[in-house]
């Protein structure tokens, strides 16, 4: 078993940044890909970046691609995302979730937090 807990999230302006965390523990955090997932109020859950266990692959969606970050500290059995121009769009829930296999399908996750919310006002 893992847990995850994320934090972060907030109420920003249209154009700043956040930085949310997933703090898991548990199984060993390094063995695991770790993605980031959003849902906004009646939409799907949908993919926004993940990375592999040694950080050295990265995906992200294309609504996000060259504003958001993914990053990994196996030492402190964290994985961060960092927002940076942020849109009202962005809004949601974001989940983070914990995986064997690198990838960008929601159904490759085993873990899951229970959400931060993210609210961008324009």
């Known amino acids: 078993q893992v847990q995850l807990v994320e934090s972060g999230g907030g109420l920003v302006q249209a154009g700043g940044s956040l930085r949310l965390s997933c703090a898991a523990s548990?199984?060993?955090?390094?063995?695991?890909?770790m993605g980031w997932f959003r849902q906004a109020p009646g939409k799907e859950r949908e993919f926004v970046a993940t990375?592999?266990?040694?950080?050295?692959?990265?995906q992200f969606a294309d609504s996000v691609k060259g504003r958001f970050t993914i990053f990994r500290d196996n030492a402190k059995n964290t994985v961060y995302l960092q927002m940076n121009s942020l849109k009202p769009e962005d809004s949601a829930v974001y989940y983070c979730?914990?995986?064997?296999?690198?990838?960008?399908?929601?159904?490759?996750?085993?873990?899951w937090g229970q959400g931060t919310q993210v609210t961008v006002s324009a």
């Open positions: 979730a914990a995986g064997a296999v690198f990838g960008r399908a929601a159904g490759q996750y085993d873990y």
């Open positions: 990375i592999s266990r040694g950080s050295g692959l990265t």
């Open positions: 548990g199984r060993t955090f390094s063995y695991y890909a």
